[in-house]
Structure formats: structure tokens, C-alpha cells
């Protein structure tokens, strides 16, 4: 396996056990978990970012269509202003 020493850079590593590994929990902290935990909480961050992904999505399309609709909204202002002159 790769392990990161850095954003770019990895090294190759072997499992000394496979009972026990380290997870990266955030900011710099690790927590030595089973196998099975470690699993666990991986499937549980994944679900989240999808979750997150998802929301992200929907509110960016909605911000989409707000922005389009101010944009026609000001373009037929341009040619009705355009129109009287």
C-alpha cells in the first residue's frame, strides 16, 4: 500500500497486523481502530460526503436558476429600454 507523507508525496508501506489501523480522523489526529471499525467509519464518511455532495448539488442548481432568471429578467429590461429610446 501508499502511504502519504505529504499531499504529493508517498511511500511504500506494508501492514505490520491487520487487526489494527490507524484512521485519520481530521486536523492532524489519528485513532487506532479494529479493522471492522475502520470500515465502519469509512463507509460512515463516504455516506456523509455523498450526502454533502448531494445537497452541494441542489443548491448550486437552484443558485443556477435564480442567476438565469435575473438574467432574462434584466435582459428584457435592456430591450424594452432599448425599445422607448
Known amino acids: 500500500m501508499l502511504v502519504p507523507l505529504t499531499a504529493s508525496l508517498y511511500v511504500p508501506g506494508t501492514l505490520d497486523s491487520a487487526d489494527k489501523v490507524v484512521v485519520d480522523i481530521g486536523t492532524g489526529y489519528f485513532v487506532e481502530k479494529t479493522m471492522?471499525?475502520?470500515?465502519?467509519?469509512?463507509?460512515?464518511?463516504?455516506?456523509?460526503?455523498?450526502?454533502?455532495?448531494?445537497?452541494?448539488?441542489?443548491?448550486?442548481?437552484?443558485k443556477k436558476n435564480i442567476a438565469d432568471e435575473a438574467g432574462a429578467f434584466l435582459q428584457a429590461k435592456l430591450r424594452q429600454a432599448a425599445a422607448t429610446t
Not at 470500515?39 to 460526503?49: D, G, S
Not at 450526502?51 to 448550486?60: G, K, M, R, T
Open 36 to 62: 471492522a471499525e475502520g470500515k465502519e467509519y469509512c463507509e460512515r464518511k463516504m455516506n456523509l460526503m455523498k450526502s454533502n455532495y448531494d445537497q452541494l448539488i441542489e443548491v448550486a442548481s437552484k
